[in-house]
Every structure is written in C-alpha cells, then in structure tokens.
C-alpha cells in the first residue's frame, strides 16, 4: 500500500509556508517536501483578497510537489487572528443519584454543557479542549471517571472560527487546487513543535512572534489553559524604525534584521549603521542603540499586552517554565534576554526540530507549520481532534499522555 501523504500549510502575513510528508509508522511522519513564499493578498492577518492569496499559496505548494514528483491535493491549515476567537467555559452535569460512580458519559454529559454556552451560529468549533476536572467541586487534571460524586465540572478551553472566515479560507484553498483537510490554531501547533514535556507540566507561555500577528498559549498542569492572538509583529517593530529614522520600510526591515537588538544596554554608544532616509540618495549613519531603543519600546508594549492578557484570563504570567519564543520575529538579536529581564521570568527561544531529506529545518519561522502537522498526524491527538469525543482516554488525558511521550526532556 502506498504510504499516506500528510501536507500542512501555515499562511502567515508575511509568507506561506507548506510542509509534507509520509507516515513511516504511525504518527511518525517522515517530511520529504517544504515550501515557501511571499504571501499576498493577506492584511494583517486577514484574508483579503482570495485570489492574490491563492496564488501565493499555489507557490509553495509547487516548489514541495516538485520535491515529492507528484501533486498534493489536500492539506491541514493553521488558523489565527480577525475571525478566530478563543475563551474557557464550565459545564457542569448534576448525576441522577448522588454518590455514583461517573462514567465518561458524564464528563461527555459536562463537557458538552461547556459547549452549549451560547456560541452564535454563525461561528463553528475548531477545539473543545478540557483542561480540568472536578467532582463536587474539587478540581483535577485527569478525568474523574470511576469515582464517586454527585456533580461532575468539565473546564475547557474553545476556540471557534467565524464562518465566514473559515469559507474564505476554504475558498483560497480551493483557489490553489486544494482541499481544505482540518484546522488547529496556530499557537497550539507551534506550542507542540517547540515546548519540551516538562515545560507544560510545570506551566510555560509560548509566544509565537510572527509578522502582524504574535500568537500566544499558556500551557498549564500538561494541558492548555488559555490561547489568544495579539495583533502587533515583526513589521510593526519595522515600522515604528522607518517612522522614527526617516527610512523606506524595506530598509528598515534590513536594518532591524542585520543590526537590529532587544537590549539597547548591551550595544556600545559608538557603534553605527548605515541607512537611507526617505527621498535622499546619500547614506547617513545612525546610531545603532538608538534603532535597539525603538525596537526594546515595542517589544515592552508586546510583553505588556501578553501579560493583561494572561492576567485577564485569571493566570499569573509569572509560569515556572517561563516563557519560549518562536516564530520569525524570536530572530531578533538579544529578544530572549529582553524578554527574561522585562518579565522577571526565563526566557528561551524555541526551534523546530524537523528534517526534511537529510536536510534540518530549524528556523523558528516554521514552527507553527511543523506542529500542524505533527498535530495532525500523531493518533494520540485524535479525541482532541474531534473535539468532543470524552471517556476512556479523553483529550486531556490523551494530550498530556502525546506531550509526555513525544516532547524531548
Ligand atoms: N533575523 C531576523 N531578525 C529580526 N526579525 C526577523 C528576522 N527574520 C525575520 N524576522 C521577522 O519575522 C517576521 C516574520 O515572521 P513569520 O515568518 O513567523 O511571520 P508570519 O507567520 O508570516 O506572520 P503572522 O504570524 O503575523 O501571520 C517579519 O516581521 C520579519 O521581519
Ligand atoms: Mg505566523
């Protein structure tokens, strides 16, 4: 029998990226494709024009079909930002008779109460993901069934697609001759490409630092409490330097790649870069520390707004296993150690581990399409899949059981 081919596609605000590859064994994937582009037709995060979009996808596509010697037809998306949203519910489910033994038909019972929590109908699930359980109101991570009680909690963590959103994305897909498989929000992909075992267990945010979007999740106890987007990236960073030295946003892009840092303490008074000011021929010379000032200031304001976030949803920022950066923006000269000294937490970049025939990809920039498709292709992810599917081994059990197996120490 032919082995089964996986694909999956991370269209991002800054370029498309698609990665395949074939099942050796199962859930062990063997990449052999990967591809990328510019994007078009996505602004901010939005997919705005489907067209110019679809083509850019087609691009990426082609260059792995040229690598496999044949077509791929079907892939796995990630999905984040305008028309994704994200919140945590607690249904509950009262037993007929006090003190029976639950079964996992009641943590279903529990789980699907969560769900009922009034979405409107023109939005669809993409996760229903239980986080914790409680039996009469003691809370625990594993599912309580077997045990006697009277009133099972279900606490889960959704997150949902705008309709509309998910046709157009659809649509795109079609556009590039490919059918849409399944979705997963970006920052749990990227979360299962770079987060090692312990550092769920003990409680990790993951931001995924991209181009216009920085997509975070906050794993807690082996599960995931929370996961949210925030609409500001790598080319807001490069704006604010065009803005503040005069320069095209091209080159400031250059600068901030080639010269730019996080610690403006950390780059000497005397060095200087080069750059052109808008409308002028001439090169003038720009003080390096002064472009790490600008770059620091966002990122404060980045690391602010990560922090509201994680307290509004009623968790401390302050994880022990602190926080892992990727994605292409955790590029950034000196970004980790900024990060560790402005939110008095560890700090570390986070690198996808994938080979692709013989060849390592490691770049940050492809974390969230190698965790598409490991998420997509491990069968110890498939209740949390199909998202309401509870019992014997439910997700949550499942998922802590996937990470402790799969992720390095
Ligand atoms: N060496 C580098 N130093 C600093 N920033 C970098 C570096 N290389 C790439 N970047 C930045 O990374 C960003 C692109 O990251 P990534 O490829 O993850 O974005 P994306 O997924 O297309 O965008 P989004 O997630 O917002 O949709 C750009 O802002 C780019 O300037
Ligand atoms: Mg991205």
Redesign the pocket.
Known sequence: MEPKLYTAI?L????VICVSGFEKTAGEIELVGVGMST?SGVDR?SLTNPRLAADSLRLAVHQVEQQLSGPVTNAYFGVS?PGISTFNSIGSYSLPHSLSKITGQDVTRATDAACSAGIPSSTEFIHIIPSSYAVDGHWAPNPPIGEQGSKVEVKTHMVTGDSATLKTLARTAEGARIRLAALVYKPIASGVAVLRRGEIDKGVILA?I????T?VAVFINGSIATSFSIPV???HI?NDLAVSLGASLSDA?DL??NH?HAVPKLVEETELVSLRRHGETALVQVKRKLAAGLIRDRLEELFTMIARVVEQEGLSIKQPAGIVLT???S??TGIADMAHAYLDIPARIGLPHANVNGRQVNDP?YS?AIGTIMWFTNPDFGDARRGLSIGQGSFSTRFKGWIREVLPV
């Open positions: 991370d991002g605000s800054s370029r994007s995060g930002g995924d991209g181009s216009n979007t997509d990236g790598g080319y490069s892009e901030k790649k730019g994605g292409g923006s590029k950034l920039a969230s």
